[in-house]
């Protein structure tokens, strides 16, 4: 009897555990167990389990990730194929105090290992630190990560099985602004390296400020979108994607962004190709060793105190002019009646530029003026179609000036060329340029 009782405790034990959907004939006393009973019970249930569970079988929403071998794991193809991103919500908000909500939303999230994992989260409240940045990360397991720092500090390095979401900056008393950092779409695959919309950069004349506007470009085949300005200052270390300040005076300074949409700065222009690290061709990427950084801009500081912005107008994204022009020459440099060879432009045309917008003046009491430009190592000649002319003014005081484009050599230079009367009134300023990579 007791044998019975405990074939009867596993036949139950198994039903119940495996919640199948098969019958088994209840027994109403001893007198009816038999093998033939037992045979066809147990018969029913290893024909279910070999070969024949299906989706009744399992529970609703029972199977996760680590369920899944690496072959069939949806993760692990998206993972392999597609970069982490933030769908929606998911970002700190103001406040008028140290505490409130981030909001709702989805994020799909990388793991260490390369899985992606749909993370989704309800509105969350958190209370900041005072006088602190606060970066915000989501993990794969859908818990909120803070790394705070001192203002103005560094970006810290992501945690492990994280996305980075936004920086939170408060002051003593409140929330004061929330600069968000979120990837808001997913990569399909694309190889363009090279795409590039909007990321203007933007400067304040009123303040002195710059920021870097809305936009969408690659970084390798990760797609980055921008919904909203980037703030940047020039003082700033955390803004350096060296960790420290590289403010300076006559020197430009260029703006990048890499795979996880971090928009940094650095005094070092671009040094690659594309993300293959190729060198041949335009100049698209700084890579610092470790990651590469996508080119949006660059600007120069001029030799006002510790250095500042010199003003400028980023005109749609590749032409941009100068608020105030840049002398590159005038009659002191140059020699009437020759050409005057290698005429630096660096200081109004950055490494990411071979074209020029220059401003060309002459003058000359009793004879023909011009004031010819070419690019550095050329054969262009003094045709007065390349540059600006004026005819002979006899007794009358004569000269000239206007606008022209001229290209440069790789290096930014360009040749020179005055007639031989002209006098001390002979300039070139460069007043804008037009970048290569865009």
Known sequence: MKRIILVLMMMGFALNAHAGLISIQTLSDDSQVSYTY???????????????????????????????????????????????????????????????????????V???????????????SKTYTASKDTWVYIDINGAFQYEEQALGAAQPTTPSNSLLLAKAVTDATKIASVVDWRVL???????DDFYSRGFRLLWDLAIDRLSVDSGVCYVGTTRIAKTSTTGLTISTAGDYISGSS???????????????????????????????GNTVGILYYYYDGTEYWRVIGEFYLNATGSGNINGFYDL?????????????????DLTPGEWTLAIACIKGIPDTSTLGIF?????????ESGTYIRPGGSNWTTNHSNGVYAEAGGTDPGGISGQRRCATDSSQKI??????????HSNVYVEGYVRNYK
């Open 415 to 424: 040749d020179c060329y005055i007639e031989a009367g002209d006098d001390s």
């Open 185 to 191: 779409s997913i990569s399909l695959g694309t190889s």
């Open 316 to 332: 749609d994204g590749r032409e941009v002019m100068h608020n105030i022009p840049l002398s590159v020459a005038g009659s002191g």
């Open 359 to 367: 401003g060309l003046e002459c003058y000359d009491g009793d004879s």
């Open 38 to 108: 037992l045979n066809t019970s147990f018969n029913t249930i290893k024909n279910e389990f070999n070969g024949g569970i299906d989706s009744d079988n399992i529970e609703d929403a029972s199977i996760g990730i680590a369920d899944m071998a690496t072959a069939a794991s949806p993760a692990q193809r998206e993972g392999d194929h597609f970069n982490a991103y933030t769908k929606s919500g998911q970002q700190p908000v103001t406040d008028t105090d140290l505490t409130s909500d981030i909001t709702a939303g989805v994020s799909y």
């Open 246 to 276: 590289d403010r300076t005076t006559e020197d430009f300074i260029f703006v990048y962004v890499d795979n996880e949409g971090n928009i940094k700065m650095d005094i070092i222009p671009p040094n690659r190709h594309d993300t293959a």
């Open 110 to 124: 990388k793991s260490d290992a390369g899985l992606l994992y749909r993370v989704a989260t309800d509105a969350t």
